[in-house]
């Protein structure tokens, strides 16, 4: 079984795919068939509610099983149309292919459902709002300023914006009008931290003024 916990939403992991090439990581997404023509058409996709996309190799057959290689009850072993359609945790090794295109070496896959998450209380909240906290997973709100990294994409700062130990999460929201970067800001929502300085902030909900309580 995968430790969901320290899954990296497919955001934060194109995000930082710089960082992380030549790496095992386990990235969290829902895994599609591409569309299109030609080979690259057969390769499944990690794709986000915002519609980012990371290409992976297939670690199981695309069509059925041999009726040779059928268990008891002529029950088949799993192949890749079981994963498709689903919410995955997918572990592989981040590459770039001879276009330098990112690809997703893929190993293995689970399925998985949102899961009952806690609500993280005032000391885990803090820990995952500085440097540490890697792997801590649920609900709660984090203080900081937004950012915008090219386009729509947002993120919150929350620990030394811009230097060396610079802490941040990417947020599932568009860009809004209403929203004043570089001010101090709320967001409230489920709350992933993947590596000491990197998490994302998914459902992510902003507050344009601090909690009353």
Known sequence: MYDASRAIDLST????????LRRLVTGRGHLRRCGGDGVAAMWPVLEDTQGRRLRVTP????????????????????GLRDFFGHDVLLTGVLERDADGELVLVAKRAQVVHELHLRRLDAAQLAAVSGVGGEGTVGYGALAGELIIDGGDQLRLVTADRGGPCEVSFT???????????????????????????????????????????
């Open 13 to 20: 992991l194109l995000e930082h795919a710089d960082r992380l």
């Open 59 to 78: 670690w199981l057959p695309m069509d059925d099983f041999s009726p040779r290689l059928a268990g008891p009850g002529g029950r088949h072993p799993r």
């Open 171 to 213: 947020l599932d929201v568009l860009r809004r009008d209403d929203l004043v970067l570089g001010q101090p800001i709320h967001v409230h929502g489920l709350i992933r931290k993947a590596t000491p300085w990197l998490g994302a902030i998914r459902r992510a909900a902003v507050a344009l003024e601090a909690p009353t309580s």
